[in-house]
């Protein structure tokens, strides 16, 4: 833990609800002088912090930002993904970041956080919405020892915990429209986008791009989407501090791509299927040029959807634009 | 054509040997004075063309390097593959100079050549020795609209053409190594790596990096490769001009390539598999850690290769590093 997340945190934790200088000096193994120059340097982040000379130091309020440090510390000590923790103002897109990191050899489990994306991408070439502090979008660096085959597997994986975090996290019930869609009360929460780089035998890397709509409000959304769209806060009725539900998502992703490495995949999917409202729904996909109807049966083996066609086939989706016939 | 080339191709194809440069001026379109200046600079890169001032320009010898305006001319008129040719000395490995370009939004088509270079790759991050001009080095963009799936197809399609390309050339008979080598005489002669960036439903684009053992002599090859590998000039006798070879290749590419995009697939695997001496032998597969035993029966759909292992199941083996029990 980092200095500040360790004065956040003993901030936070204190029983009186203020701890001293000196406290906070023995306790951090720090002088005085130090600590004073953090708290400084977190009332700049927007941290309000309280200074009097007899109860000393007291956090008033914390700011809606994502900090690198604020984040890491509520991880798992030894979880991967989140082991490098980068946060950007702005960016053209965490992928477009995450992507030249990856280039540059940085380890898996690195992850690209962007307060605002320019340029945010959602699949199929469509643009993603993403603005300054509403919502979280971020990038996950991976690089499984899998075929490009098996990479389907990985969106299932991030399906499922993106999933599973923003349920437990909200209270909220949230369901998964395949392939990577989450969606509360019929309507898109977030969603995800995975890019991969590869030899036709092995992955090189492969980034997951994340994006929740947490604290947007109704007018946020263009008026064509806001039957289709909806955020977290307008769900819940009041605003999610994001940085706890970013640790929360991390740690679900880790623990469900830990179980990927360890060849559990069926079990991933079988929580996938039972929060997968898409199967056993009438479907109308669009694959490139073509269009394919008939009911969603089944996920297969490797993250594909097993479609019943109307003309009876089985057909393995593996991905494609997909619009549930009502 | 450009000047050059129509220059070379002036020189190559008059019937006394020799033409004027009154003649060539007329015929190109542009002032002696012009040409005179082309053909100081064809002569700064190796070509020996003599003037005499009777008989004009006569070609003495070509040197035998990659010029991109020589190559381009030798492709058909409306072909992808090729119609943007850029030739290096020395790159790091094609496949990375063309990843540049890639991300830089470069068409489709776009070929890269490097008289060296020091860093190829080979497949699963081996190393791919390419000593200066003895052998054709390069790297194709390609754009299909395929899922990522699909991209096997395409290695099944580079190693069709590149067979029938060195074998039509040199007269050798040439063979396949599933899923891409070239062997002649049992021995590895060129190689294919392809790489692709996508998303999980569609290909953003896909790297075919090909390495041809043009004229090494065997004292070219480290000793532990002179009983695997060889190239066209030990079994041919003789060398071979390697731009004559490049434009065949890129012209057999890109007719397998049309093919693979008008969805005959299963006529160019008729192809390869005819070709492919792997099927039906006794195989030894190291898929990462795993070790697979069997014979290999055919090829799937998608270009995967179906093998009945020993204990009697049909795997589908997508990629993997193949020996061939003898």
Redesign the interface.
């Known amino acids: 833990m980092s200095v500040d997340a360790q004065i956040l945190h003993a901030l936070r934790t204190s029983n009186s609800g203020s701890i001293s200088g000196a406290d906070l000096s023995q306790k951090l193994g720090i002088s005085r002088a130090a600590i004073w120059s953090r708290i400084e340097e977190l009332r700049e982040l927007g941290y309000d912090i309280e200074a009097s000379p007899h109860q000393g130091y007291r956090l008033l309020s914390a700011p809606d930002v994502l900090h690198a440090d604020d984040l890491g510390w509520r991880l798992e000590e030894n979880q991967k993904i989140g082991r490098d923790i980068r946060v950007f103002e702005q960016t053209t897109s965490t992928n477009d970041v995450i992507e030249k990191l990856a280039r540059d050899g940085v380890k898996e489990g690195a992850v690209v956080f962007a307060e605002a994306q320019t340029a945010g991408r959602g699949?199929?070439?469509r643009t993603w919405m993403s603005p300054a502090r509403k919502g979280l979008w971020f990038s996950v660096l991976l690089r499984p020892?899998l075929?490009?085959?098996a990479?389907?597997q990985l969106?299932v994986a991030s399906a499922a915990a993106l999933r599973n975090a923003i349920e437990s996290h909200t209270g909220l019930k949230a369901e998964i429209k395949w392939?990577n869609d989450i969606l509360i009360s019929g309507k898109k929460v977030a969603g995800i986008?995975?890019?991969?780089?590869?030899?036709?035998?092995?992955i090189?890397y492969i980034l997951v791009g994340v994006g929740v709509d947490v604290n947007l409000n109704p007018s946020d959304f263009p008026p064509e989407l806001r039957t289709q769209a909806t955020s977290l806060k307008i769900e819940l009725g009041k605003p999610i501090v994001r940085v706890e539900l970013a640790a929360a998502i991390l740690r679900e992703l880790d623990r469900e791509y830990a179980r990927i490495l360890a060849g559990e995949f069926s079990a991933v999917a079988d929580e996938w299927e039972k929060h997968c409202t898409t199967i056993g729904q009438r479907l109308v996909i669009h694959?490139?040029d073509r269009r394919i109807c008939g009911r969603a049966e089944s996920l297969g083996e490797d993250g594909a959807l097993l479609l019943r066609t109307d003309h009876g086939h089985l057909e393995r989706i593996?991905?494609?634009d997909v619009r549930i016939e009502k």
Chains 1, 2 share one sequence.
């Open positions: 699949r199929l070439g020892s075929t490009p085959q990479a389907t969106t392939p986008l995975t890019e991969l780089s590869a030899e036709l035998d092995r090189k694959l490139g593996v991905a494609g």
